[in-house]
């Protein structure tokens, strides 16, 4: 990143006007993305209870991994793959609806494969322990299934607008990047070359690279063993007529992120590596031309009182030296950490700012609790909309 | 700073876990230097690609060797290192099938991505593979490092990464990686490792962290410290703060006295004891966990290169 970092807004930096995003008809999906621990999930559940209670839209929220608390208000006591309405809200006026999911990676997977294949074929591929082992702990299968999620709602065309929180990947990018991974390998001329033998009276490939893939199987073999081998065989095997399946449905999904329906929403806390990951993840989407909606920034922290951190600590110590003043010394003591850490994180924020100029951003101030009922997901939308 | 930091951190191997955003990495540094203190060596290791620690140290982005990083106070040293599952698994292959040319070879037509790939855990065995080899290295019948730091994956994963037989021994039931992955459960199981928990005085890690705790003491092993990070001075601890006393205290410093300066920084008094209180309430949660805690101190500076010091000094100090 270049450029001081520390000159705090240089400019104006447009603001993010969530209630446009939310009212507006032709938005069908809003994506929220984020490096961990920045309040995707609050976000994106916040935005939601939003849509429907002030836009009157039939919204459903995707969540992927939620606390467990905000679950909990939301009526996610189970994780069953389906959307549940949730009942506790306040649409009276508009009409509005909120339906919420957890997502099931193993069974979002199953379904995927129930759809592409018939039941006995489904059936050898459930038992076959390489199936399992990818379905639940494969890197990157759960962002392909929260892509295909999002495409079966959006495909079923019941919602008005479908709010996705993105999986607490390693970093923000692999929800863009791991679903082709996943893709690329199931499609792979490896696993190609890999299911090769154990097609009958197919052209072998091997006349074409014989070399290498001896050396190749030898490898794999010693490395995984042979029965491994052969239970990847298997699955490749009968995955093989799903493979077309695959890689179709995660390039449509893919589109639809592109398309104008679709709207990003950034989420980071005024931390350097979350400003960072955000940083990363705006020049993706631009080079994806995939339309970036704005950046909430949340845990925000501000001061009202004009003193400055250093003279505060002065007074205090002054305070001190006199003494008789001991509340009020730690008062201006506790003024000046919030000062200082208000100055901290505008530095932090800058970063992204000066990189994006153009990026519209909102602040939600730090809420002094966690947030696990509808009462402050609703507070949480309020702050996102400056109301 | 401590005679012998050994004394309150035994283990070799640290492994440095906590939920996203509460400062893993910077702990991690952090004791790393500290360990490395009085002419000893550490490693301080990354396994997720972040360059977390090229980042926190200002250099250039780590490649997979072991590099110089940092010099600890009395002539330690700190080296840092990148593990790559890929290098790691064209490395494991060199030593053991002498595979030279023929490994660059499978890596250009993918086959390297592709073995890495088609496992699940077969990642994790490899990366923490190398760790194991790291912490017991040895040149000339010395240990090459006196102690090795991992900044692990967080808490939601750690389990799953350091369980490396279980998830191998789905797939692999005989050959090089089931007797790798046995080799480093052992080592993970063994007094010479140590898994600490990095918190904020926050409800969402202080779950995750008793969740954490809860898994890896259910897969047997052996946990640290809980570390709390970022925790601020005890200010206000019982006193009750009305806005006369503090017109008067301002006026007796000559700082302005006017309402909105009187009633902002009460305000601000409040949400700072409301605060306090849950604060206090989560610590009591982590205490009854009943593992030795290690409080950091909040650094309105940030953390960087030039505060870790501070945060090297309170991880060694005593309570």
Known sequence: MSGPARSGYARPVPSLDVDRILADPSVRIVVCCGSGGVGKTTTAAALALRAA?????????????????????????ELDNTPRQVKEIDAGETGGELHAMMLDMKRTFDEVVLTHTDPDRAAEIFANPFYQAMSSTFSGTQEYMAMEKLGQLHARGEWDLIVVDTPPSRSALDFLDAPARLARFLDGRMLRLLLAPARAGGRSMFTLVTASFNVFTKVVQKI???????????????????????????????????????????????????????????????????????????RVHHTAVELSAERSLAAAAELDELGGHEATAEALRVHAALAQQTAREQSVAAVFTEAFPGVPTVEVTAQPADIHDVDGLRTVGDALSRR | MTSDPSAAWPARLHVVTGKGGTGKTSVAAALALGLAAGGKRTLLVEVEGRQGIAELFETEPLPYEERRIASADGGGEVRALAVDAELALLEYLDLFYKLGAAGRALRKVGAIDFATTIAPGMRDVLLTGKVKEATTRTAEGRRVYHAVVLDAPPTGRIGRFLNVTAETARLAKMGPIKTQSEGVAALLRSPITAVHVVTLLE?????????????????????????????????????????????????????????????????????????????????????????????????????????????????????
């Open chain 1, 224 to 298: 995984i063993g042979a029965q491994l081998l052969t239970d990847l065989s298997g699955f490749v095997a009968a995955l093989d007529s799903m493979f077309g399946g695959f890689r179709q449905r995660a390039e449509q999904t893919y589109r639809i992120l592109q398309a104008g329906e679709t709207a990003f929403v950034l989420v980071a806390a005024p931390e350097p590596d979350a400003v960072r990951e955000a940083a990363f993840f705006a020049r993706r989407l631009s080079e994806e031309r995939m339309p970036l909606a704005g950046l909430v920034l949340n």
């Open chain 1, 53 to 77: 209670e002030h836009h009157g839209r039939r919204t459903v929220v995707l969540t992927i991994d939620p606390a467990r608390r905000l679950a909990q208000s939301l009526g996610l006591t």
């Open chain 2, 203 to 319: 409800e969402m890690p202080v779950q995750e962290t008793v969740d954490a705790i809860n898994e890896l003491t259910a897969l047997g092993i052996p946990i640290g410290k809980l570390i709390v990070n970022a925790t601020r001075p005890p200010l206000l601890a019982d006193a009750r703060v009305t806005q006369a006393e503090l017109r008067r205290g301002l006026a007796a410093v000559g700082l302005p006295t006017e309402r909105g300066v009187v009633a902002g920084l009460h305000a601000e008094a409040k949400a700072h004891q409301t605060r306090r209180a849950m604060e206090e309430s989560l610590r009591l949660e982590l205490a009854e966990l009943g593992r030795p805690m290690v409080e950091l101190p909040l650094l309105p500076e940030g953390v960087d290169r030039a505060s870790l010091g501070k945060l090297t000094a309170a991880l060694l100090t005593p309570r």
